[in-house]
């Protein structure tokens, strides 16, 4: 493969992945296809090499349903402060694939990996964390080139899901993923089909030298902005 063809791919790769929510078929993963994922998120860059993540796959249908219980909860909870046309867009919005996806991967962040001396970790907390969502993002396109879809779940408070999966107090669980095979990847990623937000354009984020005032109202405008027109264009399969 040439460096063109290589970074044809990789741009490709971008471009398609979509936090999946619809399409999961709920088949199979090929043990050695997840093993390559797992291993793309394990090969991640760290911050002192701590490599303060792990994985944890809960296929077991109980538990999921279990944590499904709870992102409904948090999800009426988080509708419950929405009105008029912010609450109908998100009404039409399906939230997670919890249960028609193969398998569960929770993701964790141990602080205490490497410790006590993180080498480059003395200035910036966060380093670690940031290390950890490098791995997601490593797992996240290999599974989109190898086929699957990746749905991250964010309704949930972390304590249930420590006491859910025996994680201990001082590990937070930061992403639970649902992956497996898909039906197709959505062209449009789902939040701006469904009208909840719009991309930004590149050059309204892109910045020479100083972070200016103006990018700031911008990025307000652009918020505010949503069209109501492609909200129309969403069949309700995807309803929860």
Known sequence: MTADTLAAA???????RRDVRAEFTGEPVDDAALHRVLAAA???PSV???QPWDFVLVRDRA?????REHVRVERDTFARDLSGERAATFSRIKIEGILESTLSVVVTYDPDRGSPAVLGRHAIADAGLYSVCLAIQNLWLAATAEGLGVGWVSFYREDVVRELLGIPAHVRPVAWLCLGPVT???HTPDLERHG???RLPLEAVVHEERYPAAAARRTASAERSTSSSVVDQFDTDTRT
């Open 42 to 44: 394990h090969a991640a």
């Open 63 to 67: 538990v999921r349903e279990r944590f």
């Open 184 to 186: 197709h990847l959505q």
């Open 10 to 16: 990789f741009y490709e790769l971008c471009t398609r």
């Open 48 to 50: 002192g090499l701590s």
């Open 196 to 198: 909840w937000r719009e």
